[in-house]
T-cell receptor, first 111, second 111 residues
Framework: EDQVTQSPEALRLQEGESSSLNCSYTVSGLRGLFWYRQDPGKGPEFLFTLYSAGEEKEKERLKATLTKKESFLHITAPKPEDSATYLCAVQVSRNTDKLIFGTGTRLQVFP | NAGVTQTPKFQVLKTGQSMTLQCAQDMNHNSMYWYRQDPGMGLRLIYYSASEGTTDKGEVPNGYNVSRLNKREFSLRLESAAPSQTSVYFC??????????FGDGTRLSIL
């Protein structure tokens, strides 16, 4: 069964304290891995797509990486405005339209 | 640029009542999706439409029906609402192998 697991469930950081969020997956064939950010009361907002092991993408203080079993979202010197829930989703080869989502990591960054 | 628009934003129903959630996108995307988001469960796919005139079941379709009215609009209907359908419902749209873009959700409570 295809499965996506995110850890930790929640993370509290001091402003400037770098850390990483994990997304591990077991799927029959990975076509793409997506990272989204979700603010309270809003829909998920697209951040990155990764397609193959070794690939990296960066945007401001965020960097996403991918291996054959997991993806990391690295947050460097976070600011309070980075506080949000970060969602990971995988697109599997046998059905390219569907995404399987993890349950997310709720990040709080304190000044 | 509105993106994906969902109406209503909030709704309270009594058990057994029916209602339709509306979704419209202005990005000329072929694919559209309906998800529900529950605490600890992540986003789960209810139905999707790969193109105008086609619809397919997702992971949790029971109790729901959908209509792809045209390329822009994709509605979700609850024929006889049950308390288990209390959730936040998100609509999304995309092109094939492109990221899905989400609306801001409909918060539905069923008493």
């Amino acid at each position: 069964e295809d499965q996506v697991t995110q850890s930790p469930e929640a993370l509290r950081l001091q402003e400037g304290e770098s850390s990483s969020l994990n997304c591990s997956y077991t799927v029959s064939g990975l076509r793409g891995l997506f990272w989204y950010r979700q603010d309270p009361g809003k829909g998920p907002e697209f951040l990155f797509t990764l397609y193959s092991a070794g690939e990296e993408k960066e945007k401001e203080r965020l960097k996403a990486t991918l291996t054959k079993k997991e993806s990391f979202l690295h947050i460097t010197a976070p600011k309070p405005e980075d506080s949000a829930t970060y969602l990971c989703a995988v697109q599997v080869s046998r059905n390219t339209d569907k995404l399987i989502f993890g349950t997310g990591t709720r990040l709080q960054v304190f000044p | 640029n509105a993106g994906v628009t969902q109406t209503p934003k909030f709704q309270v129903l009594k058990t057994g009542q029916s209602m339709t959630l509306q979704c419209a996108q202005d990005m000329n995307h072929n694919s559209m999706y309906w998800y529900r988001q529950d605490p600890g469960m992540g986003l789960r796919l209810i139905y999707y439409s790969a193109s105008e005139g086609t619809t397919d079941k997702g992971e949790v379709p029971n109790g729901y029906n959908v209509s792809r009215l045209n390329k822009r609009e994709f509605s979700l209907r609850l024929e006889s609402a049950a308390p288990s359908q209390t959730s936040v419902y998100f609509c999304a749209s995309s092109e094939v192998n492109q990221p899905q873009h989400f609306g801001d959700g409909t918060r539905l409570s069923i008493l």
